[in-house]
């Protein structure tokens, strides 16, 4: 219980810097050398209003300075690395590690989600760390086939897109993917595996058609041509296969 607690409240402080990230990375601004400051009024924040999603609730999601909502992405992403610190230690084989590619996946998603964007440099930092674990349990297990799974997989997962991207530009002369979305699961198949690129893609497209089933029974139309976040609906897949499959 006390590991639980302690993924949980250590997932909550990731979870609020992943939300200055989501929130300042896609306008240029400082990550870590400025002060954290309401994004109304300005106002610097006093550390008890910095503290994960208790400052929030205490608050009723509002600035105590100026009373302007606080922004919801910040508590959804405090609330998720809080959920996947715990989930991690109640049900991942290796949890430092569960922790390390959740957390990933998580600001990817929302990213994709709110921005649709998917910046580079962050999926090429989730791919180093999927190199690295393959490297560290090649290494633990005295079996280097792991690595190779790992390489096989990385090349796998990015191929798979970006020739289905391009099918998709040469049948219908527009683009059906965004740039970011190969290199996203060949970061997850450096994770996973070639095994893990397939069990992803398959419950990626199952979230999909979940997703596209809730939107048309709310009224939304939908056509051949409506978007979905993919980058988004990988990461959430890919999650739950590393719990599951492991490596």
Known sequence: MVFILAGLVLGAVVGSFMGVVLIRLPDGR??????????TCDKELEPFELVPILSWAVQGGKCRECGSAIDCWQLAAELGGAAIGALAVMLGTFPVWAMLLGWQLLLLAMLDLRHMWLPRQLSALLGASGALFALVMGYWADDMMGIALSLVGGAFGFAALWMLGQGYQMW????????GDPPLLGAIGLWLGPLGVIHTLLAASLLGLAVAFVLWR???KITSDTMLPLGTLLAVAAWPVFLWQGF
């Open 30 to 39: 400082p990550l870590v050398m400025a002060r954290s400051a309401c994004d």
């Open 172 to 179: 219908r002369g527009q683009e059906g993917l965004g740039g």
């Open 218 to 220: 709310a009224g939304q």
